[in-house]
């Protein structure tokens, strides 16, 4: 039986989990988390207290965590293009990769977009202050590492640009990475024209007006 990610379209760490489904093609039925259907809602939260998704359902296992579904699948659903690298240098590097993306980059724009959703008076400036010089830095350490590079690890698309996609094209929204880190935003662009990435982008479209800084008019 195909497995089920229970998940949003609008939501990054959703969409990192389903560039790994859409780039193999793999079977799955999205179980829709929406306001406007609270027995998904607490049928996920009934397998996963930590409320947090995306979550995969793959034969009555729940697995959690982005990344973790990503090597799930990879392992148990193995599909032409391969997640994780074979080789395991370039392997433990698409780990590392992975988790700058989520560490220091979806942390800090999470950091931001949360603030924005507070009221004036639980506002953190210094908090928000923070994230963006982590963002900053962030952008700084990948303009060197993309100077010569296609994809994130090696010479393939892995768990490391699945995480870096979302990543990047909400983290340009929320703190433009700017002229100054032209690898990071080519990078950026090659990654939005990913046809897996692509697709989840369209996806997402319908639901622009829920980022609460104002989505840009352009992507
Ligand atoms: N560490 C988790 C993070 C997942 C996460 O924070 N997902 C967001 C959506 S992108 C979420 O569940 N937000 C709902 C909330 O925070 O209550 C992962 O890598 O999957």
């Given at each position: 039986m195909p497995p089920m990610l229970f998940a949003h379209p609008f939501a990054s760490y959703c969409q990192k989990a389903l560039i790994a489904l859409y780039e193999n093609r793999t079977p799955f039925t999205l179980r829709m988390l929406d306001k406007s259907d609270p027995s998904t809602f607490a049928e996920f939260a009934a397998l996963w207290?930590?409320?947090?998704?995306p979550l995969l359902l793959d034969e009555g296992r729940p697995i959690a965590e982005a990344t973790i579904i990503i090597e799930h699948l990879d392992q148990h659903?193995?599909?032409?293009?391969?997640?994780?690298?074979?080789d395991p240098e370039l392997a433990l590097e698409a780990r590392f990769i992975d988790r700058f993306f989520d560490n220091y980059v979806q942390t800090p724009l999470g950091k931001i977009v949360t603030d924005a959703l507070r009221e004036a008076g639980e506002r953190d400036v210094r908090g928000v202050a923070d994230a963006r010089t982590t963002l900053d830095t962030a952008y700084g350490w990948l303009e060197q590492r993309m100077a010569?590079?296609?994809?994130?690890?090696?010479?393939r698309f892995t768990l490391a640009d699945c995480a870096a996609a979302p990543a990047l094209f909400y983290a340009d929204w929320a703190h433009p990475i700017g002229e100054g880190f032209p690898n990071v935003l080519a990078y950026r662009t090659r990654l939005n024209a990913r046809p897996s990435f692509a697709r989840a982008i369209e996806e997402a479209?319908?639901?622009?007006?829920?980022f609460p800084l104002g989505a840009p008019d352009r992507d």
């Open positions: 207290p930590m409320r947090r998704f659903r193995p599909g032409p293009v391969p997640m994780i690298p074979e010569n590079r296609e994809w994130a690890v090696g010479e479209r319908p639901y622009r007006h829920f």
